[in-house]
């Protein structure tokens, strides 16, 4: 959920900008939201939420549940999550299983 929110207001609404123009948008989002659904949408948050996606702009759907699913068994951090991804974690574990299937069969 939050990598779906922090990467449409990255995306859409802010179109990538980090100006003061970016920040006002995101304190007023931030009013309206917490309004409208309660706490959990303070600016703090939000701009967490963008970065999450930031750093998980991923290609496959099937690699930000690999990397999601990483992140909550064994409590990573952002540094250790960019260096999961950074290293490939994913797409190698892929090849291990591959090649794992290969000679089973």
Do not use: P
């Not at 699913?69 to 974690?89: E, F, M, P, W, Y």
């Amino acid at each position: 959920m939050y990598w779906e929110i922090g990467r449409y207001i990255g995306s859409v609404l802010l179109g990538g900008e980090r100006s003061e123009y970016g920040k006002k948008i995101l304190a007023t989002l931030s009013q309206e939201l917490t309004s409208r659904y309660g706490s959990g949408f303070e600016y703090a948050k939000i701009t967490r939420m963008i970065k999450f996606a930031e750093v998980l702009s991923l290609e496959t759907e099937q690699a930000r549940l690999y990397y999601a699913n990483d992140v909550a068994t064994r409590h990573l951090g952002v540094r250790d999550l960019r260096r999961q991804i950074s290293r490939k974690a994913y797409e190698r574990r892929e090849i291990a299983n591959t090649q794992i299937c290969s000679i089973i069969l």
